[in-house]
């Protein structure tokens, strides 16, 4: 028999660095569910990526028990990675705070590939690109013909 859904939760928690404190607690403990087992299972989980953000999307039931996935880190957060940028550009449109090339776009559209709504790794380097150009990052060079 399957559990009955009671609801999604959507939570951005650094790789195994998941504790009680807000935003994780509140958010858990308003829905009944056992805030320190599922610390645990997620550090368990995330100990290779150490330090990531990494969105995670946890499935409750009625009976208070619940299911994780945890997914790739955000393609804004492997774009200051890439660049060793701390943030964003204030004034995206003007100023421009790095470069970055097409093969460090296909890298992290390759990365993300599972988790985007597109089909071709051609339509992901765009979705790349796209935000990394809505950040101040300059993408360097034309668009590789064979992807």
């Given at each position: 028999?399957?559990?009955?859904?009671?609801?999604?939760?959507?939570?951005?928690?650094?790789?195994?660095?998941?504790?009680?404190?807000?935003p994780i607690g509140p958010a858990l403990g308003s829905k009944g569910i056992n805030?320190?087992?599922?610390?645990k299972q997620?550090?368990?989980?995330?100990?290779?990526?150490?330090?990531?953000?990494?969105?995670?999307?946890i499935t409750y039931y009625t009976d208070k028990s619940f299911d994780f996935i945890v997914k790739t880190p955000p393609v804004a957060i492997q774009l200051l990675e890439?660049?060793?940028q701390k943030s964003g550009s204030a004034e995206p449109n003007r100023k421009k705070i790095s470069e970055v090339t097409w093969e460090q776009v296909k890298?992290?559209?390759?990365d993300k590939m599972p988790d985007l709504n597109c089909f071709t790794l051609e339509s992901?380097?765009?979705?790349?690109?796209?935000?990394?150009?809505?950040?101040?990052?300059t993408v360097k060079g034309e668009?590789?013909?064979?992807?």
């Open positions: 028999m399957a559990k009955e859904i009671a609801g999604q939760i959507k939570l951005q928690v650094k790789g195994g660095a998941a504790n009680p404190a807000p805030i320190m087992d599922f610390c997620f550090n368990a989980k995330t100990q290779d990526k150490a330090g990531k953000v990494l969105p995670v999307v890439a660049t060793k890298a992290i559209a390759t992901a380097m765009r979705m790349v690109a796209g935000t990394a150009r809505s950040m101040g990052i668009f590789p013909a064979n992807v």
